[in-house]
């Protein structure tokens, strides 16, 4: 411990391993010490104890050729009860199924917070771009995936947008066009418990020139059957973390 650090708690510890652990959300699968550092507003001694400490308990890994660190297969091993219990491991060959039909990346996302989170991404054999790679989390009063959400919630919902839900609601997705260098459309359908609880969305994006008013009408309809089929894989899942739904 250096002389301008204060003493650590255990607790202090445990939430610094987090902040480094927190530093790969997005799209960046390797950091170096620098980068967690200034990620995670550490000192970089401390961050690199941290990230060693990470290491050796397999949460993280370090490359040897670059000491470039990433997530460790640890960290996957801890991540499979959650993904079980959310549903994933029966909802993911529908998933494929429904992005090899369309040919497009099919993205499934929940509610976290005031945030859209993707917690699965199941890509197409061909056809695939990265433009079809959604955020990891997106606002849910701006994104596609967050309006299929708010739109069949009973709580939470803001008043000001109550006709475009009715609308969203009405014709059974939302839709989304994002800025960027090519434009983006994305458009999802809610899913839906075996007691009509929302508990997430599937969304799609891809380059609005291709993904234009044809390819919508063409694969809404499969968006909604795997929708309904993966519904009830999520009862468990929905009765403690979903939207009430109307």
């Known amino acids: 411990m250096t002389a301008t650090e204060p003493p650590r708690s255990g607790a202090q510890a445990v939430d610094r391993a987090v902040y480094v652990l927190n530093c ?22 401390t961050t690199f104890r941290l990230a060693q400490a990470l290491v050796r308990g397999r949460l993280l890994e370090q490359d040897p050729a670059t000491d470039r660190y990433r997530i460790g297969h640890g960290l996957a091993c801890l991540a499979r009860p959650a993904l079980s219990r ?42 695939f771009c990265h433009n079809q790679i959604p955020q990891e989390r997106r606002p849910l009063t701006t994104s596609a995936v967050g309006h299929a959400l708010l739109a069949h919630a009973s709580v939470g919902l803001d008043r000001g947008n109550s006709e475009l839900f009715d609308t969203i609601r009405r014709r059974g997705f939302a839709i989304e066009e994002i800025d960027s260098d090519e434009p983006i459309r994305a458009i999802a359908v809610p899913v839906l418990g075996p007691d009509r609880q929302v508990w997430g969305a599937l969304g799609v994006q891809a380059r609005a020139v291709r993904l234009d008013r044809e390819l919508v009408r063409a694969v809404l309809p499969a968006m909604h059957q795997i929708a309904v089929r993966i519904g009830p894989y999520f009862h468990t899942a929905a009765a403690g973390e979903g939207f009430d739904a109307p």
């Open 24 to 45: 790969f959300q997005g799209g960046d699968p390797e950091l170096s010490l620098s980068e967690l550092a200034q990620r995670a507003g550490l000192p970089v001694s």
């Open 86 to 127: 959310l549903g994933l491991d029966d909802a993911a060959p529908h998933l494929y199924a429904l992005a090899a039909g369309i040919k497009i990346t099919v993205s499934l996302s929940v509610a976290d917070a005031d945030e859209a989170l993707t917690v699965f991404q199941a890509r197409p054999p061909i056809h």
